[in-house]
Every structure is written in structure tokens, then in C-alpha cells.
């Protein structure tokens, strides 16, 4: 009896164990959860360091040494008091022929480190665009698509997107999304052979909606 007792209690343990073991990798995946404000909204920049933005602008990829920014723009933003400009140069300095951008959190997390944001409930992300010229055109703008140890948990984007001097808003739909774990929050990116001259573009309001 006393056997077949310590068994039962040994299987009971491994039992307990395993299920500590598998609860604690759901953990290691589960997004910071999220505040939406008042109107619905998790922002990822609302105006230059807004206590609202919650990623920050650091996943430089491609040809990086081709970018700018200014994050603190204030000649006509399209609500608040600033903007982003983004110049993109497409001299090709790192032989990529493209660059973008990730808006990831923590800073620089390219999957190797445990962040980002449980973002369920959130219907879509929106973002307002111009460009300074016209005809600047983005080939992807996106939600998710970091991978590594910690990779986000899906990834949905839309494109290319023809810009005008004119602000207008773009909507990704997150309705089928998995968002239970987002820290790309927010990318774009383009190349040379759409942009020979390179360019100059606007980003404002940048948002998750419920």
C-alpha cells in the first residue's frame, strides 16, 4: 500500500509539475495587458513624447543609414501638436535596395526579450499619412511579424500605399487577428525602385481601436 501510495503521490507531483511548466510558458507569451483610454484608443504616438505612446521607433531595418527622423515635427500635424517625419534618402548605404521601420517595445526587441502588449479587443489600428511631394509610395504598413524566442503572435499588414500632400487615415483590420501578444506594434517599409528620389513622409495618430 505504501508502494502503490508514493507512486500515486510521485504521478500526482509530475502531474502538477507539467502543468506549472506548460502554465508558465503561456505566461512567458502573454502580452502586458492594456488600458484603452476613454474613447477606445491604445496608442502607439499620439504627439513626441506623449505619456500615451507605447512603442517606440527603434527596429531600423535595410538600409537604416538611408533614414531620418523627427519624431517632434510641428509644421501642420494632423491633430495634436506633432507629427513624424520620416526622410528616406534611397542611397542604399547597407546594399539593401529598402529600409523600414519597427515600433517595437521594449526598445529593440527583436523577439529575444519578454514584452509587448496583450492587445485583444482591438478591432483595427489606424494611422494617418501624408507625403511632402505626393506619389510617395509605402509597400507595407503592418501590425505584428517579429520572431524569435518571443515572437508576436500574428502578423497583418496592407499595401502598397500611394501617398498625396493631403493628411488621410489608413485602417488595418485586427478583427481575426491573434493580438494576445504584440510587440511589433507598429511597421512600414519601402524601397528604392518605388521611391528612386527617396522621400519625405508624415505619420500622425497612430492607434489601436476596440
Not at 527583436?110 to 499619412?129: M, P, S, V, Y
Not at 496592407?158 to 487615415?169: C, E, F, S, V, Y
Request: charged share 25%; net charge negative.
Amino acid at each position: 500500500m505504501r508502494k502503490g501510495l508514493s507512486l500515486a503521490i510521485i504521478a500526482m507531483v509530475m502531474a502538477y509539475a507539467a502543468a506549472a511548466m506548460a502554465q508558465s510558458a503561456d505566461d512567458q507569451l502573454a502580452g502586458k495587458a492594456v488600458a484603452f483610454d476613454e474613447s477606445g484608443y491604445f496608442y502607439v504616438y499620439k504627439d513626441a513624447r506623449n505619456r500615451s505612446n507605447h512603442y517606440i521607433p527603434s527596429g531600423w531595418m535595410g538600409d537604416y543609414g538611408d533614414l531620418k527622423i523627427k519624431d517632434s515635427f510641428k509644421d501642420n500635424p494632423q491633430s495634436g501638436t506633432t507629427c513624424i517625419e520620416w526622410t528616406y534618402s534611397a542611397e542604399g548605404k547597407q546594399g539593401a535596395n529598402w529600409a523600414g521601420v519597427f515600433w517595437q517595445n521594449p526598445a529593440n526587441n527583436w523577439g529575444d526579450k519578454n514584452g509587448g502588449f496583450d492587445l485583444r479587443g482591438a478591432k483595427k489600428l489606424t494611422f494617418w499619412a501624408r507625403g511632402a511631394k505626393g506619389d510617395e509610395r509605402l509597400l507595407e504598413v503592418k501590425v505584428g511579424g517579429i520572431t524569435g524566442n518571443y515572437s508576436d503572435s500574428d502578423s497583418v499588414g496592407i499595401g502598397p500605399i500611394d501617398l498625396t500632400t493631403d493628411w488621410k487615415q489608413y485602417e488595418i483590420d485586427l478583427s481575426q487577428a491573434d493580438l494576445s501578444y504584440i510587440i511589433g506594434g507598429f511597421c512600414w517599409a519601402t524601397n528604392a525602385d518605388s521611391n528612386p528620389d527617396g522621400m519625405v513622409f508624415y505619420l500622425d495618430e497612430i492607434r489601436f481601436e476596440k
